[in-house]
């Protein structure tokens, strides 16, 4: 019995000593400058540009991801976690800004913000960036296979309506889309608030319910893949990411209107790493940083100087690098407020229950 009790004793000890001799071999930080929470998309960064980071400046990022803005925006509300850096969409940042969420940031401390092309400075839902700067940009437009609609033009959003499509699209499950698939296909815009022309985009989308395969989130991905659809309306991003899987498939946006949009980088109100945040920002718009980064994320870089890097070929691809002329049809999201969102999302609901 002594003999166990001895053990039991001795084996404490021995695991107070290791970790009391961690706390000293990884001290944990108890210094606002030793950590930075990031909280991002999913796999929206390349994990060596983490670690470089930390080696650079010594502080140890702490990295969460999130699926949708309204899911972080709660997370960032309800502060459990205060993070120093966020990564939400455009319209999401005017509602952050709104709610009074975000902290302005100090310009001085990211020089390399001289790095982004001035076409993607300013942008309406964030006059002269106060609060927020692009990270990634891209556009809605239509994932198809040459081979099976071959005699068909995706380049106006009506080939949508063609009955050899029955059955052959997939749709994202996001109001904004769908309806403004519905609204471009009409003329008019992806910030439309009148309910005549939103009631109009959601009935014609009722007569596209035959060519509807279905309205999916990521399975999109698994699906194009093996050709289990003919066209997807999807970003750009998401496309591009399984075209390097099915080099058979191709992208395009049709002509009439779609959306710009842009993932942005901000600084919370609770950030307790405010310093470190903006080191951060500056980091990951640094050229060669930005390149690598651009190169393993696989979506459009607002990042001039990081474009230039980029090998010829991506650059002077205007499917996800569209030319100034295109670029004028394309709308960002507004925050067009909870009423009208409620408004889409009833149409949009509408119009998924008639798939049924």
């Known amino acids: 019995m002594k003999s166990i009790v001895s053990m039991i004793l001795a084996a404490i000890g021995i695991g107070a000593l290791i970790l009391f001799g961690t706390r000293f071999i990884n001290p944990v930080p108890n210094e606002e400058g030793n950590v930075l929470h990031v909280y991002n998309w999913g796999e929206y960064i390349d994990p060596e540009l983490l670690a ?24 960032v509300d309800q502060g ?34 001289k790095n982004i ?24 437009g239509v994932l198809f296979h040459p081979e099976t609609t071959e005699g068909l033009d995706f380049s106006d959003w009506d080939t949508l309506w063609d009955a050899r499509l029955e059955n052959d699209i997939l749709m994202v499950d996001g109001a904004r889309e769908v309806m403004g698939v519905g609204l471009a296909s009409l003329g008019y815009s992806q910030n439309e608030t009148d309910m005549d022309a939103l009631r109009q985009a959601e009935e014609k989308l009722e007569a596209l319910g035959p060519n509807i395969r279905g309205i999916v989130g990521d399975e999109i991905a698994a699906m194009m893949e093996v050709n289990e659809a003919k066209a997807a309306v999807v970003w750009s991003g998401m496309a591009q990411d399984i075209m ?40 990951l718009l640094d050229a060669e940083n930005g390149a690598q980064n651009t190169e393993w994320v696989g979506y459009a870089t607002p990042n001039e100087a990081a474009y230039q890097l980029l090998d010829e070929e991506v650059r002077q691809d205007e499917r996800f690098y569209p030319g100034p002329e295109q670029q004028e049809e394309l709308e960002v999201y507004r925050n067009l407020g909870p009423e009208m969102i409620s408004k889409y999302n009833e149409l949009f609901l509408k119009f998924k229950m008639t798939l049924e």
């Open 52 to 75: 470089q980071f930390e080696e650079e400046t010594g502080i140890r990022v702490i990295y969460e991801t999130f699926d949708s803005n309204e899911a972080m925006k709660v997370k």
């Open 80 to 113: 459990g976690t205060n993070y120093d850096v966020v990564f939400p969409s455009e319209y999401m940042v005017e509602k952050m800004v709104a709610e009074d969420m975000l902290l302005p940031l100090d310009h001085e401390q990211i020089p390399n913000m």
């Open 117 to 140: 092309g001035d076409n993607f400075l300013d942008q309406p839902f964030d006059p002269g960036n106060t609060y927020s700067l692009p990270y990634f940009w891209g556009t809605v």
């Open 244 to 283: 390097w899987e099915n080099e058979a498939l191709d992208f395009t946006v049709p002509e009439g209107g779609s959306n710009l949009w842009f993932d942005t980088m901000v600084i919370p109100k609770t950030a307790q790493n405010v310093e470190g945040a903006h080191q951060f920002m500056n980091f």
